[in-house]
């Protein structure tokens, strides 16, 4: 299912021939009719291509529609076993990857959700870059592992990040920060082409679980309006970044400069303990798609 829904993004919205698309998915052309007569047996070529046979079409295009996006996909789930929302994300990052982009990505659980179901594909000139530090003690939090994953999938080049993303003092971060490996890779990240996000709450998440943010930092950075992050970027309801003592030394890119030069910022996202994030980033444009379920997509349409 997965190469038929990325060969269909591939042609039909990206318009590449039948060869090329061969060439990327390391099939025979006549393989790619196939694909594509199959696509449209099973309806997922009608006027649009959808990125997973699960998406309530009406509830993404209420979604697009309320925050000015380029697509939503919001993903009814059922009991197949297949984890549609992250194959409805995977299928839809890879179909706005092309030759010599260069592609950021950060970190978290539901990202690792669609470096799970990520085709093995070919994309010639591919960078991958982390768009943050490494934290924590699980891969899922190592935006480096991520890079490395998507490079292997698509036979591009990972650019690593071999810091921390916090730091103890404001003099280590800048020491870190101005080094050239640093610098050079945190360049690359904020002037990528393609970005891969999550978002993070600012209650009950990892930052919290890992005591790597205290409860008393929380509530501090609660009381100056911020509901959560975006690749370490704390933000408040209207999307802005706030900077405090604390995200004064966080090692990440800034995902200002990274909407302002991508040409797609997307978000997966999902769940009610998200939702407050989700929103404050629609409300402040800092992504291009977002692939969420039904029933977060409902809460973020309420009034």
Not at 80 to 100: M, P
Not at 143 to 166: C, M, Q, R, S, Y
Request: aromatic residues 6%; proline residues 2%; contains cysteine.
């Amino acid at each position: 299912m997965t190469k038929i829904v990325l060969a269909a993004n591939l042609y039909y919205k990206k318009k590449y021939s039948q060869q090329k698309i061969a060439e990327i998915l390391q099939i025979s052309r006549p393989w790619v009719s196939k694909l594509l007569a199959r696509a449209e047996e099973l309806g997922i070529v009608e006027i649009r291509v959808n990125s997973s046979v699960n998406e309530d079409t009406e509830l993404s295009d209420w979604m697009r529609r309320k925050y000015g996006l380029e697509y939503a996909g919001v993903i009814r789930e059922d009991d197949s076993g297949i984890d549609h929302a992250a194959v409805a994300a995977a299928n839809y990052f890879l179909s706005r990857l092309h030759e010599n982009v260069t592609v950021g990505i950060s970190w978290g659980k539901s990202l690792s959700r669609v470096m799970d179901n990520l085709p093995d594909v070919h994309i010639g000139g591919l960078r991958v870059v982390p768009l943050a530090g490494s934290f924590g003690d699980s891969v899922e939090y190592l935006p480096n592992f991520n890079a490395l994953h998507i490079a292997d999938k698509t036979g591009g080049e990972a650019l690593l990040l071999h810091v921390p993303a916090f730091c103890a003092s404001e003099e280590e971060y800048e020491a870190i920060r101005s080094s050239t490996g640093c610098s050079e890779v945190l360049e690359q990240a904020e002037r990528t082409d393609v970005a891969l996000i999550g978002a993070g709450a600012l209650e009950d998440s990892f930052l919290m679980r890992s005591g790597i943010l205290s409860r008393e930092q929380r509530e501090e950075l609660r009381s100056i309006g911020i509901v959560g992050d975006v690749s370490l970027n704390f933000i408040n309801a209207k999307g802005e970044r706030v900077d405090t003592d604390l995200t004064r030394r966080i090692i990440c890119a800034d995902v200002r400069e990274i909407r302002k030069n991508a040409e797609s910022v997307i978000v997966f996202a999902e769940g009610t303990q998200k939702v407050e994030t989700i929103r404050a980033i629609l409300e402040g444009h800092l992504c291009t798609a977002l692939i969420t379920s039904v029933d977060t997509a409902r809460l973020l349409l309420e009034d």
